[in-house]
């Protein structure tokens, strides 16, 4: 081996070793000497195929960490678009709870406001009853002046 292809072996020049080696087998067979060009051929043959393995390869990973990197780059879009979809699942939670805890007040205000209502509208209708059973003893002014009242007592319930 001459001192130019142990300082190529010595860099890890492989390209340029392969091209030296074709290129002293093609030299040696033009000047006849072809266990030399043989040898040449075989060393350029090897490492050509080195080069070319080791080509394949860095082309194999960088095939698989743009694979790795674009499935990366999926899954973090999928859980952005889940956080998106989550949150506002969340705000349509809060504004349902909201919903129900006014409609609670709602009720429970329509509730306290129907009570005194009811507690009248039920005593206007026991009183006409009883007026109406007492009828027959009672002054007939007196009679309608209750009745009178009680009229106005349901029409006011009313509105």
């Known amino acids: 081996m001459t001192e130019a292809q142990q300082i190529l072996v010595g860099t890890g020049a492989k390209p340029l070793q392969f091209q030296v080696e074709e290129a002293l087998a093609r030299v040696y067979e033009v000047e006849g000497d072809f266990e030399g060009a043989l040898a040449h051929f075989r060393r350029f043959h090897a490492l050509k195929e080195e080069v070319y393995n080791e080509q394949s390869s860095t082309r194999m990973k960088n095939l698989q960490i743009q694979m790795a990197t674009d499935g990366a780059e999926r899954e973090a879009e999928i859980h952005r678009l889940r956080y998106i979809e989550l949150s506002q699942a969340q705000a349509q939670l809060v504004q349902t709870e909201r919903m129900a805890v ?11 406001a129907n009570t005194p209502l009811g507690v009248i509208g039920s005593n206007a209708n026991v009183t006409h009853r009883a007026l109406d059973r007492l009828e027959v003893g009672y002054d007939k002014r007196a009679l309608e002046f209750l009745r009178q009242a009680q009229r ?5 319930l009313k509105k």
Not at 102 to 112: F, N
Not at 152 to 156: D, L, N
Request: hydrophobic residues 45%.
């Open 102 to 112: 006014v409609e609670k007040m709602v009720a429970g205000l329509a509730h306290e």
């Open 152 to 156: 106005g007592t349901a029409e006011r």
